[in-house]
């Protein structure tokens, strides 16, 4: 896997890893510790930012769940991709700063069977949003074309990955491998830490090797082989010892929990999600 000196690319930057300089309240000891807006797919976008805040935190990773419309095919989908006005999603960004919740990446579906038209709106969605990195749960074929988009647009695109083993989608590290390859440095990794171990492999080592391309990370604490998600420090994903990392090695990377257990209140389970992880990096837990 090519890598690339952070340090160039990061000066082009005004969001994600740029963090650091204004120091959040939710920073853990050098890490910034947000929360995916998957975690609060249970409610509406205002209510979600609410939520954001309930949880002690200040940074999201906002999803195409909260978004999107709700119910269309995939013709009307289309239809509205292509016609949403930007500024819905420039308020969007309002509304969000008027909350004090920074916006730190849009995880969007860009699949194979977006149109070049899909692919350059959500590009301009991004960019309205205030954000320099897409996320997005694509096919590993999907790698050079979204490539051109990146490059056009000076947006970073960090490939997602999911615990079941398919052809055409990223899982494993040979999946990263693939995708990576000649790709330019606009392309790199949303490292899903649970996914990666249930699936496993082991996330720690592969952020030690590859961190320079990783332009993010889903916290989640899961069971190897394909085990289900837990409370974190209840699972066996060594989510202490990846933080432990990310700390001391001053990777910069953004990390934000993603809660999937259906039970319960999510946001108290976010909340406890973010303590725990703010333990770890003070050495309270």
Known sequence: MKKCTRRGFA???????AWAAT??????????IGVEGWSFRDRPLEAAIRATVDAGLD?????????????LSRTDMRAWYLSVPLDNFRRIRDRFQAAGV?????????RKDFTDAEIEKTFQMASALGVDTITTSTNVSMAARLDEYANKHRMRVGFHNHSRIRPDE?????????ALKGRSRYIGINLDVGHFWAAGFDPVAFTRQHHARIWSVHLKDRKRNQGPDFPFGQGDTPLREFLLLVQRKKYGIPCFIEWEITEGDPVAAVRRCAEYCRGVLSGTV
């Not at 000066?11 to 890893?17: K, N």
């Not at 940074?59 to 119910?71: C, I, T, Y």
């Not at 920074?102 to 860009?110: D, E, K, M």
């Open 11 to 17: 000066l082009t930057l005004l969001s994600g890893r």
């Open 23 to 32: 120091r959040p309240a939710n920073a853990g000891k050098g890490v910034l």
């Open 59 to 71: 940074a999201m990773e906002l999803g195409w769940n909260h978004v999107e419309p709700s119910g």
């Open 102 to 110: 920074r916006i730190v990446g849009y995880s969007a579906t860009l």
């Open 170 to 178: 990223f899982t494993t590290p040979q999946d990263f491998d693939a």
